[in-house]
């Protein structure tokens, strides 16, 4: 994956976002421990994307699925037909019709009759807003696309979630290479006779309060700065 990456950049300079990179053989995981090797070694830079997604509920879904209750109950029955309470319930499932009849009885979809067991269809054409909004977020998730008061009613209703999902501008890094090149964490004395130090890459340094050199977090036994 480290190699990918590196391959990536050297021919196109940059990666514009890091999902890019996510695929069957590639998890979002594996996609990110790689970036965050690269950049403690500074072979990359990233820069934080970072956009909010809305995820619809098990029960948010299925409305956008199938409609809501009051209108897959609507659905269930045939304009001017008058049809019992009984047989829409077999049809639709006990909680459609418990929740259902009601509101469609406030839409004024359905009317019930005077016996109290039996109801009629009163409207031809069924609009269902909460099946239409819910689908588009399917379609197109970024909450930055939709009007953030009706997905704030939605999310209290509990047909939707709002999430943070991130990910990276990729670029070369200061010590950019076109592979991944491995870096000592030791000075050696062989090192220092053959002046072979010179070649190679090391870790990151950072001077302790002891003034000794450490490379990757290890103590340089052989060497001292002067302060």
């Given at each position: 994956?480290?190699?990918?990456?590196?391959?990536?950049?050297?021919?196109?300079?940059?990666i514009?976002?890091s999902?890019?990179l996510?695929?069957?053989?590639?998890?979002?995981?594996q996609?990110?421990?790689?970036?965050k090797?690269?950049?403690?070694?500074?072979?990359?830079?990233?820069?934080?994307i970072?956009?909010?997604?809305?995820?619809l509920?098990?029960?948010?879904?299925?409305y956008?699925?199938?409609?809501?209750p009051e209108?897959?109950?609507?659905?269930a029955?045939e304009?001017?037909?008058?049809?019992?309470?009984?047989?829409?319930?077999?049809?639709?499932g006990?909680?459609?019709?418990?929740?259902?009849?009601?509101?469609?009885?406030?839409?004024?979809?359905?009317?019930?009759e005077?016996d109290?067991?039996?109801?009629t269809?009163?409207?031809?054409?069924?609009?269902?807003?909460?099946?239409?909004?819910l689908?588009?977020?399917?379609?197109?998730?970024?909450?930055?696309?939709h009007?953030?008061k009706?997905?704030?009613?939605?999310?209290?209703?509990?047909?939707?979630?709002v999430?943070?999902?991130?990910?990276?501008?990729?670029?070369?890094?200061?010590?950019?290479?076109?592979?991944r090149?491995?870096?000592?964490?030791q000075?050696?004395?062989?090192?220092?006779?053959?002046?072979?130090?010179q070649?190679?890459?090391?870790?990151?340094t950072?001077?302790?309060?002891?003034?000794?050199?450490?490379?990757?977090?290890?103590?340089?036994?052989?060497?001292?700065?002067?302060?």
């Amino acid at each position: 994956m480290q190699q990918q990456i590196l391959t990536l950049l050297a021919a196109n300079d940059v990666i514009a976002d890091s999902n890019s990179l996510i695929s069957e053989a590639q998890h979002a995981q594996q996609v990110d421990a790689a970036l965050k090797s690269l950049n403690v070694d500074e072979y990359v830079e990233l820069q934080v994307i970072e956009v909010k997604k809305i995820e619809l509920t098990d029960e948010g879904n299925g409305y956008a699925q199938k409609g809501t209750p009051e209108y897959q109950y609507a659905s269930a029955l045939e304009v001017g037909v008058v049809t019992t309470k009984e047989d829409v319930q077999a049809k639709v499932g006990d909680l459609v019709a418990k929740v259902g009849f009601a509101k469609a009885m406030k839409n004024k979809w359905v009317k019930l009759e005077a016996d109290k067991l039996s109801v009629t269809r009163l409207a031809e054409e069924l609009k269902d807003d909460d099946k239409v909004q819910l689908s588009a977020y399917l379609e197109q998730p970024n909450l930055d696309s939709h009007d953030k008061k009706v997905v704030d009613g939605l999310k209290k209703r509990k047909l939707l979630n709002v999430v943070s999902h991130k990910s990276y501008l990729v670029k070369k890094g200061k010590d950019f290479q076109p592979s991944r090149v491995k870096l000592e964490t030791q000075l050696t004395a062989d090192m220092l006779r053959t002046g072979s130090w010179q070649d190679i890459k090391f870790k990151k340094t950072n001077l302790n309060a002891a003034g000794q050199v450490t490379t990757g977090g290890h103590l340089h036994p052989l060497l001292k700065v002067r302060t």
